[in-house]
């Protein structure tokens, strides 16, 4: 089976032929002796069509708000340059471990990103170990 499309009137309507063959011929739809039908198909139609095939595709995906980490880290990475940029885990979450790019000073934060007060080293030291290597919360 063929399909064709052609116009029809209007500027928001097209029409679709299915013409139907003899399994014999090789004639052309204008020659064709087989029965022609036809379905009109409107923008909104297609529209709708569209629509759902989106849906479809995108399945589950839902937009998921930043978390404070990622918030933090988009204000620092468009703020001043040298300034400290937050690191985030995979889930959003803020690293045990936190270090400044610019003056190689490392430190340990909470679950919510504040400094502990006692773990900064300087560059040059020993590796700091933080605590917390299980899940944060």
């Not at 990103?113 to 944060?136: H, N, W």
């Amino acid at each position: 089976m063929r399909q064709l499309v052609t116009p029809v009137k209007g500027p928001l309507k097209g029409e679709v032929e299915e013409v139907v063959h003899n399994s014999q011929t090789t004639e052309t739809p204008s020659e064709s002796l087989g029965r022609v039908q036809k379905e009109t198909i409107t923008m909104a139609t297609l529209t709708i069509i569209l629509l759902f095939s989106m849906a479809f595709a995108l399945g589950d995906a839902t937009i998921q708000p930043k978390t404070p980490c990622e918030r933090a880290r988009d204000a620092a990475i468009n703020g001043p340059i040298g300034a400290y940029i937050p690191t985030c885990d995979a889930a959003g979450q803020y690293t045990p471990k936190q270090c400044s790019g610019s003056t190689g000073y490392c430190w340990c934060v909470t679950s919510t990103g504040q400094k502990i007060p006692g773990t900064e080293t300087p560059p040059g030291t020993a590796p700091i170990k933080c605590p917390c290597s299980g899940p944060r919360r």
